[in-house]
């Protein structure tokens, strides 16, 4: 079996992480659990600026991971989706970053595939995370050094070296270009989440998986962590992880695979990315 890449991280680091992936893993349990009192149960629902919609579910998971989290780890900054940001997280040396329901159409449709997404940031890497879907009773942790999980047992990237075959996640909109076609790729199914899209690469469910620009930290910063700790790569299509904790939140387009399958998947996104906006210039 391929080797997990490993960090070098300080012991007084390593005891802080492990610390802080307990803390998450106990605090993402308890909001799904709040969660799940509003799925399937026609909770009140309105929409942000832009269209989005939100829950009560939202609010109440943000409110208690909130009180919880900054009663435990008070010297944290905090970014969430569902609060208004502070710059001041910006001067913090250890951030939360999280979404209290990543995939809230999917929640309110009844969709399974939601998930309580929570990280903890330092120097604009995520350094423990965690992960809960309780409509599948499915969580994932991690924390820089130690590896991931699920559920308690360790998971790995897949070992597939070629886009030939290999199951991706994606836009469908994306996924329908031609540029896909020689390597008769098995698009999977659609996920509502993307934070739970990416993380289905950590236990090897796709091979792969993408996201179009504009994803911010709170869709990405826990499953970031965790497809890296199971051996693989999340980056840009200019093959860098993503830094978050910044002034800009938003994110390019970005890949997800293991380190063999990486390369080849960023080379076609890159060329699918340059096809859609030759097609939007030409319809402009």
Known sequence: ??????????PAATAANSADRALLEEAARDAGRLAMRHFRNNPETWHKAGGSPVCVADMEVDAFLFAELRAARPDYG?????????????????????????????????????CVSIAIVAQGRPQAAALFAPALDRLMTAAIGEGASE???????SERASL????????TSW?????????????GQYLPSLAWRFASVADATFDAAFARPRAHDWDLA???????????????????????????????ALAAANPRLHGELVTTLTRVEEERAAAGKAAR
Not at 1 to 10: G, K, L, N, Q
Not at 228 to 252: C, K, M, Q, V
């Open 222 to 252: 826990a499953c970031d962590l965790l497809v890296h700790e199971a051996g693989g790569r999340l980056t840009s299509l200019h093959g860098r992880p993503p830094l978050y904790n910044r002034a800009e939140l938003r994110h390019g």
């Open 164 to 171: 030939s075959g290999c199951a991706i996640a994606g836009p």
């Open 78 to 114: 905090w970014l969430s989706e569902e609060r208004a940001d502070d710059a001041e997280r910006l001067r913090r040396e250890r951030v939360f970053i999280v979404d209290p329901i990543d995939g809230t159409r999917g929640f309110l449709a009844g969709d399974p595939n939601w």
């Open 1 to 10: 079996m391929r080797a997990i890449e490993t960090h070098s991280v300080p």
């Open 151 to 157: 559920n308690g047992a360790a998971i790995t990237v």
């Open 175 to 187: 996924l329908k270009s031609g540029l896909w076609e020689g390597h008769a790729v098995r698009a």
